[in-house]
């Protein structure tokens, strides 16, 4: 008989899931940051580079909307309008279309919290000590954490320098990806971003242990459109890096950050160079225009974080496919 | 000229790669949260058995094989080939080593088989996904233990070794899955 009307997770894992969704609500709580319910559907296009949208249509206005992408918009525009947050938070459902597979859901779930007033470094530790708070409480060993600059990795792993890293072009990266046995269809045109991407998930992500932390910093300024800049001194270069971290559990992206943009000109900027995935729905991009107006009148100082709760709890469970710790994954919806 | 998408790739579907028909063994989906979505691909090449690894960007399109897939019953192998039938039109065609490949250690005369045909000529053998075969060798066997979860190798009599449960005996038919080349249970005389 056909089973696929049964949960993919087992009784245990659902449990454990319930109880990380407590455990996120209750160190939020401590630290003073509100829990908002921003809204599902948001009146936008995508906006940021390999993300695309889900789209729905809205009948009061006859026209396109999407489901979000994570709640970051709403987020920022409630700090605006209250600065005086130390922080806010949302857990719950996003959408992304096409992404499917073992480690991707069209629908999964975040928990994305934004601190006010503190930089990158001290953003880093917050969400460091919330990981380790819910894995002491799933597990009995501390996990080893291991930080790298990106430059650093590419080095170690792809033989590149930091001036390659940064400034390369795209088939410069493609020899280097070919030279490490990277195979790519002959159909397809990569960026150099695409190329450092691909170095990274073929070649550097295998490496780091299943147990282990590993956190990155240091990313271009190509690969975050939403984070703050800042000019780092690297082999004798000063190099425009991001302000972004990503944290992995084992093999796989559990969390990512950003020291975020303030300055609406800047962030106008760099929403327009960013590549964005063709959209065949043209909403009116209200949601979008709500948040730059949000950040004219002024974003405070923040640092924000998306972590994904289906990752985290693969990752604590030693599942191998995201089907086993959600209730109903995309093929059982 | 038929085209699969990367969301319609899976293993066993046939493709077109570099010139030769080709088959997927594993797909994966491979995105990091700020980039380009990519499927990560391992294929056989039917015509050299090789196996490769390929990159797609996420919704690229690749040809379809031009393959026909056929059931046919197996024959028998006269020590260089594998010789197949069609059941319905009685017409006999071989098999190289290359095409059957690990199929050899489960075939079993008049088992009907999955032949893919690439210009008329086989490419890719594949045996019933259940079998049921007689074991040849296999230590003895302990009977009545059924509960200590212990197991054992046992040679079939197509050549395939399976774990086995330590009571199976020489000379009993097993159920086994060529897919996971897995014992599955006992057939009753």
């Known amino acids: 008989m056909n089973q696929s009307w049964r949960p993919g997770a087992s009784l245990a894992t659902l449990r454990k899931r319930a109880r990380i969704n407590q455990l996120l609500r209750t160190v939020s709580e401590?630290?003073?940051w509100l829990e908002i319910d921003p809204p599902v559907i948001i009146d936008a296009d995508a906006f940021e580079s390999g993300i695309?949208?889900?789209?729905?249509?809205?009948?009061l206005n006859a026209c396109a909307n999407s489901l979000h992408s994570s709640p970051e918009l709403a987020l920022k525009r409630v700090l605006a309008a209250y600065p005086q947050l130390p922080g806010v938070y949302s857990l719950g459902p996003v959408f992304r279309a096409g992404e499917s597979g073992r480690l991707h859901n069209p629908q999964f779930t975040l928990f994305e919290f934004y601190q006010t007033q503190v930089d990158l470094s001290q953003i880093i530790e917050t969400t460091l000590d919330l990981i380790l708070t819910v894995t002491s409480d799933q597990k009995a060993k501390t996990p080893p954490i291991v930080r790298w600059d990106y430059a650093e990795l590419l080095a170690e792993y792809?033989?590149?320098?930091?001036?390659?890293?940064?400034?390369?072009?795209?088939?410069?990266?493609?020899?280097?990806?070919?030279?490490?046995?990277?195979?790519?269809?002959?159909?397809?045109?990569?960026?150099?971003?695409?190329?450092?991407?691909?170095?990274?998930?073929?070649?550097?992500?295998?490496?780091?242990?299943?147990?282990?932390?590993?956190?990155?910093?240091?990313?271009?300024e190509s690969q975050a459109a939403m984070a703050k800049t800042q000019y780092d001194s690297i082999a004798g270069m000063r190099i425009?890096?991001?302000c972004r971290f990503e944290l992995y559990g084992g093999q796989m992206e559990l969390a990512n950050g950003y020291q975020e943009l303030?300055?609406?000109?800047?962030?106008?900027?760099?929403?327009?160079?960013?590549q964005k995935p063709p959209s065949t729905h043209k909403t009116s991009n209200q949601s979008l225009n709500r948040f730059m107006s949000a950040l004219e009148h002024g974003l405070p100082e923040s640092c924000g974080v998306a972590l994904g709760v289906e990752r985290l709890l693969l990752w604590l469970s030693g599942n191998q496919h995201i089907d086993a710790v959600m209730a109903f994954s995309h093929n059982r919806r | 000229m038929a085209s699969y998408s990367t969301n319609e790739f899976k293993s066993g579907l046939k493709v077109m790669l570099d010139g030769d028909p080709a088959t997927i063994i594993e797909n994966e989906f491979v995105k990091p949260g700020k980039g380009q979505a990519f499927n990560r691909v391992k294929?056989?090449?039917?015509?050299?058995?090789?196996?490769?690894?390929?990159?797609?960007?996420?919704?690229?399109?690749?040809?379809?094989?031009?393959?026909?897939?056929?059931?046919?019953q197996y024959l028998y192998n006269d020590g260089q080939d594998w010789y197949f039938m069609d059941p319905e039109t009685f017409e006999q065609i071989n098999a190289n080593e290359n095409a059957v490949g690990d199929a050899k250690h489960w075939l079993k005369e008049q088992d009907i088989c999955s032949v893919t045909l690439h210009d008329g000529v086989p490419i890719l053998v594949l045996p019933p996904n259940h079998v049921e075969l007689k074991v040849v060798e296999t230590d003895p066997g302990l009977r009545g233990d059924t509960a200590t979860g212990g197991t054992k190798p046992a040679t079939l009599e197509t050549g395939a070794v399976v774990?086995?449960?330590?009571?199976?005996?020489?000379?009993?038919?097993?159920?086994?899955?060529?897919?996971t080349g897995e014992y599955l249970s006992r057939v009753k005389n």
């Open chain 1, 30 to 32: 401590q630290r003073g």
């Open chain 2, 163 to 179: 774990k086995v449960p330590l009571f199976i005996e020489e000379g009993e038919t097993l159920r086994c899955d060529t897919r």
């Open chain 1, 240 to 242: 425009e890096r991001a």
């Open chain 1, 158 to 220: 792809c033989q590149l320098s930091a001036d390659q890293v940064y400034h390369a072009p795209a088939t410069e990266l493609a020899k280097t990806g070919k030279r490490l046995g990277i195979n790519v269809s002959a159909d397809i045109a990569l960026n150099r971003d695409d190329w450092l991407n691909l170095l990274l998930t073929h070649i550097v992500e295998p490496t780091f242990p299943g147990e282990q932390l590993t956190l990155i910093t240091g990313f271009p």
């Open chain 2, 43 to 72: 294929l056989k090449n039917l015509k050299t058995g090789k196996t490769i690894e390929r990159t797609f960007k996420s919704g690229e399109t690749i040809e379809a094989a031009d393959v026909i897939e056929t059931e046919m």
């Open chain 1, 52 to 59: 695309e949208l889900i789209h729905t249509y809205d009948a």
């Open chain 1, 262 to 274: 303030t300055c609406p000109k800047r962030q106008r900027a760099r929403l327009s160079a960013t």
